[in-house]
Structures are given as structure tokens and as C-alpha cells.
């Protein structure tokens, strides 16, 4: 990469800091990493080679840091940020992975002016099992990274985009945005952080918050939610002999692999897109009683037929 960032922080330095710290560090020769986190887990950070440099203080962290990776729960980021404005370099980008933009934004665009500029991102990636003991250099290979940048441009362009409206157009119409907000406002680090997730080898997609916040609902808070909820009806039809999970295969461990993710992590992702993630279930419920209701009859044929077409287009974005 040219002109690559030379230090990075990363507050929060479990399973997606981790990650990011050591795909960036196979990207970025030479980078120095400074973490911030709990005392246990940056010592096994520091232990594993993650980080250069670990900080009991964020703001030691944040010193000279031109790119700072904020992995913090939804609701901790948003009020670090403050604190993070405050502490970063003027020529630093400050960029999140949240799970949930639109609160996350709207409380960088209040503390965000000259100077530091924010990033909103999302990197699709993840692990059932949390903790910086899963974290790899892999993790967001072949993974889309969504990202939202609601400033304006140079000449007045307003940067929040919302996707076209594809109601109708079925699985197939799915392309990645090409939207690139930097080539308009010559800001170089936004540039530079494109190439850094491309070097990830993720998949950058540009899109509002309120975009963002409604697909991911149903492209990951409902399945997270769906594995929940399977779990829970499988376990309560246990009996003393095992049955029916002592008849499980591999199917039912694939469908569950998201029912190891623990409550903590998803709390507040929850609480910040309920509306988004009621309207997700409330359509599940509506397909799964259509499938109730039709189980004796051909429209079963048509509804496994449109479930297949998903598949094969997830199938091939990999």
C-alpha cells in the first residue's frame, strides 16, 4: 500500500480488534499497534504479537495514532466517542465497527468537526465464540465491510447514501455500491482505509446508516435471532433419553453455530435497532405460518425454489 498508516490504535482488542490489529499488521509493514482494554486481555494481546504497545489510559492509546480502530460494544463506543474527538490526532481517522450505525453516527457527527475526521464501519465478519482468543488475520477475508461517511463533499454533494429502492427485483438484482465519497472530497485517509480493507481482502460497500441498520436486521440480527429461537424449541422437546438432539447431525450444528454468540454482545445491538429488527421477525413469522399452512400443498415447491436462488447468489459472492 502507498503512504500506509504508520499507527494504528485499536480500543477494544477482543475478537474483531484482534482480528483487524493482525490483518492490518500483514498489510501494514512496519505498523505499530497500540491497544486499549481490559489488563488480562491486553496482556494475551501483547503475548500473541496483536499489539506493540498496550495503554491503561485510551488516551495514551490514541497518541499519534492515525488511524484508530474503535471495537467496543454499541453502547460503549458511543460514549467514548466524545473522548476519542477529544484525544485524537487533527490528521487521524477515526473509524468503529458497531453493528448498528445509526446511533453511532449521529453521535460522531455531533462530536466530529475539523480536524480527526469519523468513519462509520461495519465489517461483516464475526464468530460465534467471542474473545480475542478466536481473533485471526482471516476474519474478514471474502467478508463484505459496509461503510458510511455523512459528510459533505467539496462541491455540496451529500456523502449519506441510501440504496435504490429494489422492491420486487429478487435476489439476482444484488451488486456491490461503487460509490467512492473520497475521489469528491480529496480526503486522502479515506482512500487509504478503502485500500487497507481491500487488503483485508474484504469486500467495501458504501451506504447510509438507516440503510445499513435495515440490512443488517434481517441479514444478521434475524438469523442471530432465528438461532435463538430454533435452539430454544429443540431444547424444550428434550427428553431422559436424549432424544431429539441425540438424533441431530450436522444440519441442526450449522443452524445453531450462531446460537453460541452470548447475549452480552447483542444487547445493545438490540436496543439500538428494535424497529428495524421487530419488522425482520415480524416477516419471518408470516413465512414460517405460510409454510404451515401449506405443508400438503405445491406452494412448498415454489417457496424452497426462491430459497435456493438466495443460496446460490450467497453462494457465489464468496
Not at 438490540?270 to 413469522?285: K, Y
Request: aromatic letters at 6%.
Amino acid at each position: 500500500m502507498d503512504a500506509p498508516f504508520a499507527r494504528v490504535a485499536v480500543a477494544g482488542t477482543g475478537l474483531i480488534g484482534g482480528s483487524f490489529a493482525l490483518a492490518a499488521r500483514q498489510a501494514l509493514p512496519g505498523v505499530r499497534i497500540a491497544g486499549w482494554d481490559k489488563p488480562t486481555v491486553l496482556q494475551q494481546a501483547l503475548e500473541r504479537g496483536i499489539i506493540d504497545t498496550a495503554h491503561a489510559q485510551l488516551a495514551d492509546a490514541l497518541a499519534g495514532a492515525e488511524l484508530i480502530f474503535v471495537a467496543l460494544p454499541v453502547g460503549v463506543t458511543i460514549e467514548q466517542l466524545p473522548a476519542i474527538a477529544r484525544d485524537a490526532a487533527a490528521n487521524a481517522l477515526v473509524t468503529d465497527a458497531a453493528s448498528t450505525k445509526r446511533e453511532v453516527c449521529a453521535a460522531a457527527q455531533k462530536c466530529f468537526g475539523g480536524g480527526a475526521r469519523f468513519l462509520g464501519g461495519h465489517p461483516m465478519a464475526g464468530n460465534e465464540i467471542s474473545g480475542l482468543a478466536s481473533a485471526s488475520a482471516e476474519l474478514f477475508c471474502g467478508a463484505s465491510y459496509a461503510l458510511m461517511e455523512t459528510r459533505e463533499s467539496n462541491d455540496g454533494t451529500d456523502l449519506a447514501f441510501r440504496a435504490r429502492d429494489a422492491a420486487g427485483a429478487g435476489p439476482h438484482a444484488i451488486k456491490p455500491y461503487a460509490v467512492k465519497p473520497y475521489e469528491n472530497n480529496n480526503d486522502p485517509r479515506l482512500a487509504k482505509f478503502v485500500q487497507l480493507v481491500e487488503a483485508m481482502g474484504a469486500r467495501p460497500l458504501w451506504m447510509d446508516p438507516q440503510t445499513h441498520d435495515r440490512a443488517a436486521a434481517f441479514v444478521s440480527h434475524l438469523p442471530q435471532l432465528l438461532a435463538v429461537a430454533l435452539g430454544g424449541v429443540v431444547g424444550a422437546e428434550a427428553d431422559a433419553t436424549g432424544l431429539p438432539l441425540a438424533l441431530a447431525g450436522r444440519g441442526l450444528r450449522d443452524m445453531l453455530r450462531l446460537a453460541g454468540s452470548p447475549y452480552a454482545v447483542w444487547r445493545d445491538i438490540l436496543l439500538t435497532n428494535t424497529d428495524n429488527v421487530d419488522l425482520a421477525l415480524a416477516r419471518l413469522c408470516q413465512a414460517i405460518e405460510h409454510l404451515r399452512v401449506n405443508l400438503r400443498t405445491l406452494a412448498m415447491q415454489g417457496e424452497f425454489a426462491s430459497a435456493n436462488d438466495v443460496y446460490k447468489v450467497l453462494r457465489d459472492l464468496q
